[in-house]
């Protein structure tokens, strides 16, 4: 579990309900049924207009690594690739090739491979920063449909509330009930705002923070490939692969 985010939520929305019960407010007047239909019902259906369908998946997917604690395996790479490092530089870089079928890291395997057969650092670096910014691309459309639903919520909200306005002006001859009807026409707009600021574009900035990081990851065990492939020092490839994890911290 994520303690940020749900202890974000938790606060956030506290403080909301905690305001409106000391202004005298009550817990039934922000619960309309209606209105959060219209609301949430609006939202979804404007995000998947304007997004793919392997937009919508891949940002579902993602949204449940905001909510769950994710265990960096950062370090555990870091400690692979000065592992082939210390191989390579005691016997040869072709002595890996035995040894890959115990690397754990998909893309580090690919890499060596690479390396190991005598490709370019150049053309190597090429394929593979190419590949990584694919799937930082893919990943980021996904995390967007997030700030989308942050930009249309508001507006939906709006639509609602002028429903309700115009469900209340069609019942002014009982004027007993137009203030009941205004303050219900407007929770709307309060489940619009408060959902898009509260919710989707917190959660939407997240998750494009945890992409970058996971990209940088990337970016590292791609460049602990290429020095072992130049024959670098393994305590100089840990300092370099080291310090990328030092720069996602800041």
């Known amino acids: 579990m994520d303690k940020a985010t749900w202890t974000g939520l938790i606060v956030g929305f506290g403080g909301i309900i905690a305001g409106n019960l000391l202004e005298g407010g009550h817990m039934g007047s922000l619960m309309q049924l209606t209105a959060f239909i219209i609301v949430l019902a609006g939202t979804i259906g404007a995000v998947m207009v ?72 150049e ?17 980021l459309a996904g995390a967007k449909i997030w700030a989308d639903a942050g930009g249309f919520a508001p507006t939906i909200g709006i639509i609602g509330a002028v429903l309700g306005l115009i469900h ?47 990209s940088r990851e990337k970016q590292m065990v791609l460049e602990g490939g290429l020095l072992i492939g130049k024959g670098t020092n393994p305590l100089v490839v840990e300092q370099k692969l080291f310090a990328f994890l030092h720069s996602d911290q800041k």
């Open 50 to 121: 304007s997004s793919s369908e392997k937009d919508l998946k891949t940002g579902l997917n993602l949204a449940k690594s905001a909510f769950n604690t994710e265990v960096s395996q950062a370090k555990g790479r870091v400690q692979e690739i000065v592992e082939c490092s210390r191989l390579a530089k005691k016997e040869s870089l072709l002595a890996l090739e035995p040894h890959l079928n115990r690397v754990q890291d998909p893309l580090l395997k690919n890499v060596l491979r690479c390396v190991i057969d005598g490709v370019e650092a």
């Open 123 to 139: 053309t190597v670096r090429d394929i593979f920063e190419t590949q990584i910014q694919t799937e930082e691309d893919e990943l």
């Open 168 to 214: 209340v002006m069609g019942n002014l001859t009982d004027t007993s009930k137009l203030g009941g009807g205004i303050a219900v026409a407007f929770v709307a707009t309060v489940y619009g705002v408060g959902s898009a600021n509260l919710l989707f574009l917190p959660l939407g900035n997240k998750l494009k923070r945890k992409v970058h990081a996971l």
